[in-house]
C-alpha cells in the first residue's frame, strides 16, 4: 500500500467496507437462530438435520480459516477477499431456490467458504491499512463494534422479518452488505506488494484443516450421541492424531503451511493465548447462563435474552472506552487486565452465580469488559509479531484460536452437565436433587474454565515478560 492514513476518517470508505464484512460474520448465524424452528416445518428437517444448518457453516468457516489465511498471503488478500465476498452473494441468492433440508446445508457451507475466505482478510487489512498502533486498535474497535453490533440486533431483527416475510429473506439481507463490502475494499483498499512465495504446503493443509473440523465436531457430538457414545471420544482421539501429524508436518516441511517458529514468537504466542482464554471463558460462560436462566430458574426465552442484556450492553457500547483505556494503559498492560477481568468474570459467576441474578450480570459485564479490550489488542499483537507477508495466515491463527476455545468452553461445560445431571436436561418438573446436581454441575464446570483459562493467562503473561527481560539483556 502506499502512504498510510493518518486518521480514521482518510480511511473511511476502506473502513466500511471492512466493518461489513464483519457484520456479515456475526449477523448471519443469529439471525438465522430465531428462524430454526420455521424452516424446520418448511422442510420436514429433523432435529439433527435442523443443527447441522448452523453448525455446516461454523465447521466450514472454522476448518477452512487457516488454509485461506496462507491463500490470502500468497496470491493477495484483497483479491481472496473479493473473491469470497462474491461467493458470499452468490450463495446467498441461491437461497431463493431452496426447497430440501439438503440444500439450505449446502448453502450454509458455501457461506462458511466465504467467510473464511473474507474474516481473517478483514482484519490483516485493517491492521496493515495503518502503521500507528493507536489507529491499529481503533480500527480493530470500529470493525468489532459494528459485528457486535449486528450479534446483538440480529435475533430481533431476524423475529421481525419472519412477520412479514420468508425465512430465506434472512440470508438475502446478506446480498446488500457482500456488495456493499464489495465496493468499499474494492475503492479503499490497494493492491497488496507484500506476498509470501513460497510453494503451498497442500498436506500440512489437509492435515491442518481435518484438525481444526474435528475438533469443531466434538462438542456437536457429545451434544447429539452424549458423553455415554463412542464417537465423540473417537471423534476426540481423530483431532488429536491429525494435530500431532499435523505439528510433525510442519516441523519436516521445506516450505509449511504455518511455520511453527512464528507462533512461538512471543507476541504471536501470547496473544493467541489471551484470545483463547477469552473465547473459552466467553462460551462456557453464555452456554451456561443461558440454560441456567431458562431450565434452572424457569424464566421465558425473551426474559433469557433480557438477562443477556448487560453483557450486550458492554460489547456495543464499550468502544470508545476501550480506545482510552487501550491508549493509557498501553498494549501488553491493557491485554493482560482485560484477560484478567475475564477470569475474575468467570470466577465471580462459579462462586456466586446461585445466590441470583446480581452475580450473574456481573459475570457478565466482567467478562464482556475482557471480550472488548482483548480483541481489540491481541489481533493487533498477533500481527505486529509477524512479517508483512504472513498478516492474513496470523488473522486466520486469531479467529481460529478463539473458534476452537468457544467450541471447548461448550464442550467442557456440556460434558460435566453430562455426568453430573441424571434424566432429560430440557424436561420441566426437576426434582430437588436434580436441581442440586445442575448446579453442582454449574458451579464446578465454570471453576475448570476458570482454571483454564487462568493458566492461559498466566502463561501468557510469563512469556511476554520473558522475552522483554531478553530483550533488556541483549539490547541494555
Known amino acids: 500500500m502506499s502512504t498510510s492514513p493518518g486518521s480514521l476518517r482518510e480511511a473511511w470508505i476502506a473502513l466500511a467496507g471492512l466493518s461489513a464484512v464483519f457484520l456479515f460474520e456475526m449477523l448471519d448465524n443469529s439471525i438465522l437462530t430465531v428462524a430454526l424452528p420455521t424452516i424446520g416445518r418448511d422442510l420436514d428437517a429433523s432435529t439433527t438435520a435442523l443443527q447441522w444448518v448452523s453448525n455446516s457453516y461454523a465447521v466450514v468457516f472454522g476448518g477452512l ?7 490470502a498471503d500468497r496470491f493477495g488478500r484483497r483479491r481472496v477477499m473479493l473473491a469470497g465476498l462474491a461467493l458470499l452473494g452468490l450463495a446467498s441468492l441461491a437461497t431463493v431456490f431452496v426447497t430440501s433440508v439438503a440444500a439450505l446445508i449446502v448453502v450454509r457451507s458455501a457461506m462458511g467458504v466465504a467467510a473464511a475466505m473474507t474474516t481473517p482478510g478483514s482484519i490483516a487489512l485493517a491492521f496493515r491499512l495503518f502503521t500507528d498502533d493507536d489507529l491499529r486498535v481503533r480500527a480493530m474497535t470500529l470493525i468489532s463494534t459494528v459485528g ?9 431483527l431476524g423475529g421481525f422479518m419472519l412477520t412479514i416475510a420468508p425465512w430465506q429473506a434472512l440470508l438475502l439481507v446478506n446480498v446488500p452488505i457482500s456488495l456493499f463490502a464489495l465496493v468499499g475494499i474494492g475503492r479503499g ?3 497488496d506488494t507484500e506476498l509470501h512465495r513460497s510453494p503451498a ?3 500440512g493443509g489437509v492435515l491442518g484443516t481435518a484438525t481444526i473440523v474435528l475438533a469443531l465436531l466434538v462438542p456437536t457430538f457429545f451434544v447429539e450421541a452424549g458423553s455415554h457414545s463412542w464417537i465423540p471420544w473417537a471423534t476426540t482421539v481423530a483431532a488429536l492424531l491429525a494435530g500431532v501429524f499435523y505439528v510433525v508436518r510442519a516441523r519436516t516441511a521445506r516450505h509449511p503451511l504455518l511455520d511453527l517458529a512464528l507462533v512461538a514468537r512471543p507476541l504471536v504466542a501470547s496473544g493467541l493465548a489471551y484470545k483463547a482464554a477469552t473465547g473459552l471463558a466467553a462460551a462456557g460462560l453464555t452456554y451456561l447462563v443461558t440454560l441456567q436462566l431458562q431450565l434452572d430458574w424457569g424464566w421465558s426465552p425473551a426474559l433469557a435474552a433480557a438477562g443477556m442484556l448487560p453483557q450486550v450492553a458492554v460489547l456495543i457500547a464499550g468502544g470508545p472506552v476501550v480506545t482510552r483505556f487501550v491508549r493509557w494503559a498501553g498494549l501488553d498492560r491493557a491485554v493482560l487486565l482485560g484477560s484478567v ?16 441474578y446480581a452475580p450473574v450480570a456481573c459475570s457478565l459485564v466482567l467478562v464482556a469488559i475482557g471480550i472488548r479490550v482483548v480483541g481489540a489488542v491481541a489481533g493487533v499483537n498477533v500481527l505486529k509479531g509477524l512479517p508483512e507477508n504472513r498478516t492474513s495466515i496470523g488473522a486466520a491463527l486469531v479467529d481460529t484460536a478463539s ?7 461448550v ?20 426434582s430437588p436433587l436434580q436441581t442440586t446436581r445442575f448446579e453442582e454441575a454449574v458451579m464446578i464446570g465454570s471453576l475448570a474454565l476458570t482454571g483454564m483459562s487462568a493458566a492461559l493467562v498466566g502463561w501468557a503473561h510469563l512469556r511476554v515478560r520473558s522475552a522483554s527481560a531478553d530483550a533488556l539483556v541483549h539490547n541494555p
Open 65 to 71: 480459516m487457516l488454509v485461506f489465511g496462507a491463500v
Open 148 to 156: 457486535l453490533v449486528g450479534l446483538a440486533v440480529g435475533p430481533p
Open 189 to 191: 483498499i490497494a493492491a
Open 201 to 203: 504446503d497442500v498436506l
Open 341 to 356: 477481568s475475564v477470569v475474575a468474570g468467570l470466577a465471580v459467576y462459579a462462586l456466586l452465580g446461585r445466590l441470583g
Open 403 to 409: 473458534q476452537a476455545a468457544s467450541a471447548a468452553g
Open 411 to 430: 464442550a467442557i461445560s456440556g460434558t460435566v452437565l453430562a455426568w453430573l445431571f441424571a434424566g432429560s436436561i430440557a424436561q420441566p418438573g426437576w
